[in-house]
């Protein structure tokens, strides 16, 4: 289950967007259903897609903005609470770190354990090609709030400054 909970979801989320388009004015965003806020760069585009998981089928809710040449994506599944339960919180975060480097074919560059809300979570620097011709480095943030798993990442083609383009968005993320 470990492997299992978060395998598809930073592929699927970097898959549904490209990291192409035209530079627009940030916005304050917030999602009701999602329960959270962060102020964007551009406009979200809304997707969601059932994937069969391990633990049954599972509902991926992600937004994605671009702006420039970065993308930015939320991503949130809620998850069997049982399941949950049962699993250590930093278990559940180790997963889906492997998850996402092993899917992407990427390389871990940092992590660091962080919280929102009391909440734990991990910040993750990853080098990927992203299954595209164009290496990218993703800064990531994942949290695990109760049986809900997000993730908050920035996609930026490798070389450019990551933490700039990258920190605003990050450190605006928020649960309403």
């Given at each position: 289950?470990?492997?299992?909970?978060?395998?598809?979801?930073?592929?699927?989320?970097?898959?549904?967007t490209a990291c192409h388009g035209a530079s627009i004015q940030g916005a304050a965003f917030s999602s009701?259903?999602?329960?959270?806020?962060?102020?964007?760069?551009?406009?979200?585009?809304?997707?969601?897609?059932?994937?069969?998981?391990?633990?049954?089928?599972?509902?991926?809710?992600?937004?994605?903005?671009?702006?420039?040449?970065?993308?930015?994506?939320?991503?949130?599944?809620?998850?069997?609470?049982?399941?949950?339960?049962?699993?250590?919180?930093?278990?559940?975060?180790?997963?889906?770190?492997?998850?996402?480097?092993?899917?992407?074919?990427?390389?871990?560059?940092?992590?660091?354990?962080?919280?929102?809300?009391g909440y734990p979570g991990r910040s993750l620097v990853?080098?990927?090609?992203?299954?595209?011709?164009?290496?990218?480095?993703?800064?990531?943030?994942?949290?695990?709030?109760?049986?809900?798993?997000?993730?908050?990442?920035?996609?930026?083609?490798?070389?450019?400054?990551?933490?700039?383009?990258?920190?605003?968005?990050?450190?605006?993320?928020?649960?309403?």
């Amino acid at each position: 289950m470990k492997h299992g909970i978060s395998r598809f979801l930073l592929i699927g989320a970097l898959l549904t967007t490209a990291c192409h388009g035209a530079s627009i004015q940030g916005a304050a965003f917030s999602s009701e259903t999602g329960e959270f806020r962060v102020e964007t760069p551009a406009p979200f585009e809304e997707t969601q897609q059932a994937i069969q998981t391990p633990v049954g089928p599972v509902e991926i809710h992600t937004f994605t903005a671009e702006a420039e040449d970065s993308a930015y994506v939320i991503a949130y599944s809620d998850y069997p609470s049982a399941i949950v339960d049962e699993t250590d919180p930093q278990a559940l975060l180790d997963s889906s770190r492997d998850g996402a480097v092993t899917n992407l074919g990427g390389t871990l560059i940092s992590e660091e354990a962080v919280e929102i809300d009391g909440y734990p979570g991990r910040s993750l620097v990853i080098s990927t090609g992203a299954e595209t011709d164009e290496p990218a480095t993703i800064s990531s943030r994942i949290y695990l709030v109760d049986n809900r798993l997000y993730q908050v990442l920035v996609v930026i083609p490798e070389g450019k400054n990551v933490e700039k383009a990258a920190a605003g968005f990050l450190e605006s993320f928020a649960l309403e």
